[in-house]
């Protein structure tokens, strides 16, 4: 395997790719459903599928003492197949990128986006070991559907029950 597939294999699994990928595709078809037309929900699929990318590096990232520690297989942080500088750069990339992405929505969409971002990005850094840690993990699901909702003309809100039933799929990963 070469040294460019090797990383990008490494990138993909520090990722947490099937978290990553699921909630893009949640969020894909919830722009679907809403009526977006297919380049607005190729645009905020790849705007949420971004931003979970970068939330998947900030965790193994944070979490790689204590994976190489562990002995953690499947952590390519911790076992020295993906250098942390690589880590950071692509969170360094694909965090604003996402942001930037989802102003094709509308400012805020990608306010509603940043917000959820931030809340993750809490979780990465140290709300997960506190009694608080699923905190994050509802406020983000629950800004989902208003990441989208709020990409429609007029910038509607969506109904508080969606919004409380996205919150309510919250489960943190393991990290």
């Given at each position: 395997m ?23 595709l ?15 929900v ?134």
């Amino acid at each position: 395997m070469t040294t460019a597939a090797a990383m990008l294999r490494a990138l993909v699994l520090a990722s947490h790719p099937l978290p990553a990928l699921a909630v893009t595709l949640v969020t894909a078809g919830l722009a679907a459903s809403a009526g977006r037309s297919a380049p607005g929900v190729v645009a905020i699929a790849f705007a949420i599928l971004l931003g979970q990318l970068s939330v998947g590096w900030l965790n193994d990232l944070v979490d790689a003492p204590r994976d190489a520690q562990a002995e953690r297989a499947g952590k390519p942080l911790a076992s020295g197949e993906l250098h942390p500088a690589i880590a950071s750069a692509a969170i360094a990339l694909a965090a604003p990128a996402a942001v930037l992405l989802t102003l094709v929505s509308g400012v805020p969409a990608a306010l509603a986006h940043l917000a959820a971002l931030a809340s993750a990005w809490a979780y990465d850094l140290g709300v997960k070991s506190t009694a608080f840690s699923v905190a994050p993990f509802a406020f983000s699901f629950g800004m989902l559907p208003a990441i989208v909702s709020l990409g429609q003309p007029g910038a509607p809100w969506p109904p508080l029950w969606l919004m409380a039933a996205a919150a309510a799929s919250a489960a943190p990963r393991t990290s």
